[in-house]
């Protein structure tokens, strides 16, 4: 009985995955065109990148990213439907084309930019697993951890890195387990564990809701790398095009000084050749990306430049920030000693 | 008192009994319900004081967590702690209030779930009216005809042909009824006898009494038709259901499928028809040995993987269908235990006097037996309602995702305890007003047994 329901169900799969046919015949910026709005992954929520407001709207860096894009295309920044997925299903999403793009803190690895039919197209945020103790622990590297206990969330790759790093610098870390954020930073606060583990960005979001957030301080040790991006379907180079140089725009205006407050007066006065190509006042750079010409002005005018993005979900001035220092860190722009950068828009 | 005799008029003393003495004044009242209760001996007495201060403790507890540390006003977390170390931060929860019982679904259109709430309210209220007739009518059209409304009223947009020509239906449909009960509440007579007491056709035959009211429907229905055409609500797109309002839609179509699939399903497996039996029983093992997170992500996971690329089921709509199938799953065996509860010679005897299967469901055995499982349905759909959190896990925005988002957002930053606790208090009212309204059904339904 069990053989054949198992044949007949493997049979099933194989006649309807048969009966898929291509369905990409057009090109995903025209489907997005025809739509009138893009569909942009983004997780179930996480503080600064992509979280819910109490009037119900979806904010935070890697928000700003699809409205980039559709700011872009449309010039509407709102002409988004934001699809919020559970990290298990995130590829599947994608790959099946229910979503047009993904912008979800998803850290760019070898596997998944060559074996899933997906592509990576830019870095937007540096992140790397860090750890957090009570300042008056008077620990100051996360070599002096051995024998710790430290609080770390269940099945995330956070949990394999903290064995990796005791194992390696032989610290006998005891891993204390969690599947609920809130519960194991409770059971942080009240001594449940001598430190907690987690990628920075998350555990400045952890740090900034403590009661006390001036007596806690984050070690300046990084034991992973989690560089983190947009990523398109595998194929449509135009659309991976279109997503990559978005994100470059971000960081190339805030390069060339271009605020979303002074973007209209650069345009109509530019103060060099390169502000000039960028905001499509000169030259026929939108051409390959299927654009408008001004597409690179409505992306600034409508959501800032990376500087600003970054100071609104991610730094400490604004009330929707998680307070991440930018300065000295691999976010900071290139020409401040960090890793943002852009190539030139020529 | 007298202690003469009283005799009668012949001279025959007459027996009158003293009058019995009152019961000591420690065995009545207050008093001697707390003697019975709660300090019948030495061990009844520790035991009532130890729970007295268990509770009390526990009391005070609440009282200083929830009011003496609350805090109301604040327009973040780092407000809410200004002054208290752990102030409980109720000011979250005023924010957020409205996401809770929304989901994400625009200030704007808010008043369409309200509308549609209120429209299901005075479908179902006269049901609980004596002089409303029609009511299996009523009741009936509110499960069948309500959701094509409410439907148009959630999702909003276009309406294609379908649509156009269902939603005039329903909303004749709901105008009639009103209008029914008002007459039937003033008058006596329902809006049927009406019609067809003023078009006349009072005194004719019982097929012709029938035209009138054709009419007036088709008269009522393309009028509405023509109204309504060019009026067209915005569309909400179920991504942006949410909170309490997207927990009720899922856990009602879920409940009300449940009963009817159930039956049928129940009735199938009872069946001497070996293919309806052998469908019916894979179906419900395959489904009640499955848990009901495993269903969920099968619906919403698996299961695009075998359609063809580019073709996209609607969440919501995949969550609900697997939501239905386990409901009717379970419900089935609830059924089939009251249908094996009531005796072999009901069956015998409504067959005797000559009725087919169907009737003798109908008439005999599923009016007994769904009596006698009042509390395990009820038990069942409360069971529902509290699963469909479920959906969270499937990044749906019900009443439990949406709660939990609260903590997420950098202005609340960690705040989890107070949502949480407030959703547990929705989830509570609602349990256990079902429960409530399951044993004023029992006792309703219930009166022959305590004759």
């Given at each position: 009985m069990k053989k054949i329901l198992l044949g007949m169900s493997v049979g099933l799969a194989a006649a309807l995955g048969l009966a898929a046919v291509p369905a990409f015949a057009e090109s995903t910026l025209e489907t997005v065109k025809k739509r009138g709005h893009l569909r942009c992954q983004i997780g179930t929520p996480s503080p600064g990148f992509y979280n819910l407001k109490a009037d119900g709207s979806w904010a935070g860096s890697d928000v700003a990213i699809c409205r980039a894009v559709a700011a872009a295309i449309f010039n509407d920044p709102n002409a988004v439907e934001f699809q919020s997925v559970t990290a298990t299903v995130r590829f599947t999403a994608l790959a099946n084309g229910e979503s047009d793009m993904l912008s979800r803190t998803t850290t760019w690895t070898l596997y998944r930019d060559t074996q899933l039919g997906l592509t990576f197209t830019a870095v937007n945020f540096y992140d790397g697993q860090g750890f957090m103790v009570p300042k008056d622990a008077g620990i100051a590297s996360a070599h002096e951890l051995a024998g710790a206990t430290v609080c770390v969330l269940a099945g995330t790759t956070t949990e394999l890195n903290l064995t990796d790093f005791s194992r390696s610098n032989n610290l006998d870390i005891q891993p204390v387990v969690f599947e609920d954020r809130n519960v194991r930073d409770e059971t942080y606060l009240s001594g449940g564990c001598d430190a907690v583990t987690n990628d920075k960005s998350g555990l400045a979001a952890s740090k900034a809701g403590f009661p006390d957030p001036g007596s806690h301080t984050i070690l300046p040790e990084t034991i992973s790398k989690e560089p983190l991006g947009p990523m398109t379907r595998k194929g449509d180079g135009q659309w991976y095009d279109i997503v990559r140089w978005t994100v470059f725009a971000l960081i190339n205006a805030e390069e060339l000084g271009i605020t979303q407050a002074n973007v209209d007066e650069m345009a109509a006065n530019p103060p060099s050749p390169e502000v000039a190509r960028m905001l499509g006042v000169e030259g026929e750079l939108h051409v390959g990306l299927g654009l408008e010409k001004s597409w690179a002005h409505q992306v600034i005018k409508h959501v800032g430049n990376y500087g600003e993005i970054y100071g609104q979900y991610?730094?400490?001035?604004?009330?929707d920030g998680i307070g991440i220092a930018r300065e000295g860190s691999p976010n900071a722009l290139w020409t401040k000693g960090g890793l943002i950068y852009s190539p030139p828009f020529r | 008192m007298s202690d003469v005799p009283t005799r009668d008029a012949d001279g025959m003393i007459v027996f009158r009994p003293k009058p019995s003495e009152p019961p000591p004044p420690n065995t009545t009242g207050v008093i001697g319900w707390l003697r019975f209760n709660l300090f019948n001996g030495i061990f009844s007495t520790l035991a009532t004081l130890i729970g007295l201060a268990a509770l009390i403790y526990v009391f005070l507890a609440f009282y200083d967590w929830a009011f003496v540390k609350g805090v109301w006003e604040a327009q973040n977390r780092q407000e809410c702690r200004l002054g208290k170390e752990w102030g409980t931060c109720w000011a979250g929860v005023e924010f957020w209030f409205s996401r809770f019982i929304y989901g994400r679904y625009p200030d704007a259109e808010m008043w369409r779930i309200n509308l549609a709430a209120l429209v299901l309210v005075l479908w179902m209220a006269p049901l609980w009216i004596p002089r409303v007739t029609a009511k299996s009518v009523i009741g009936l059209s509110a499960v069948l005809v309500f959701p094509f409304l409410a439907g148009y009223m959630f999702l909003g947009g276009e309406r294609n042909l379908f649509m156009a020509a269902v939603v005039p239906v329903t909303m004749v449909w709901f105008v009639a009824t009103m209008a029914h009960v008002v007459l039937c509440v003033l008058t006596g007579y329902g809006l049927g006898r009406w019609i067809i007491h003023l078009t006349g056709f009072?005194?004719?035959s019982d097929r012709a009494a029938k035209y009138p009211l054709m009419a007036a429907a088709a008269v009522a229905w393309l009028l509405v038709l023509f109204a309504i055409r060019d009026w067209t609500l915005v569309e909400v797109g179920t991504n942006r259901w949410g909170g309490l309002f997207l927990t009720t839609v899922i856990s009602g179509i879920g409940i009300a499928s449940a009963l009817p699939s159930g039956i049928v399903l129940a009735l199938g497996r009872r069946s001497k028809m070996p293919i309806i039996r052998v469908l019916c029983i894979g179906f419900i093992e395959l489904f009640r040995s499955v848990p009901l997170i495993t269903i969920l992500f099968m619906a919403t996971t698996m299961f695009p993987l075998f359609l063809p690329e580019g073709l996209v089921f609607n969440k919501l709509a995949s969550a609900i269908v697997a939501v239905c199938l386990f409901a009717a799953a379970y419900m089935a065996e609830t059924v089939r235990g009251g249908l094996q509860a009531i005796p072999k010679g009901q069956y015998e005897a409504a067959e005797a006097v000559g009725l087919g299967y169907w009737k003798v469901m109908g008439l005999i055995v599923l009016p007994q037996a769904l009596k006698l499982m009042i509390p395990n349905i009820v038990g069942n759909f409360i069971g529902l309602f509290k699963d469909t959190t479920l959906v969270s896990i499937i990044g749906l925005y019900d009443l439990l995702g949406m709660v939990k988002a609260v903590s997420h957002d950098p202005q609340w930053i960690g705040l989890h305890h107070e949502p949480l606790f407030t959703a547990a208090l929705m989830f509570f009212l609602a349990c256990f007003a079902m429960s409530k309204y399951s044993q004023y059904l029992e006792r309703k339904l219930g009166a022959g047994d305590r004759r």
């Open positions: 991610m730094g400490d001035k604004s009330p | 009072g005194n004719r």
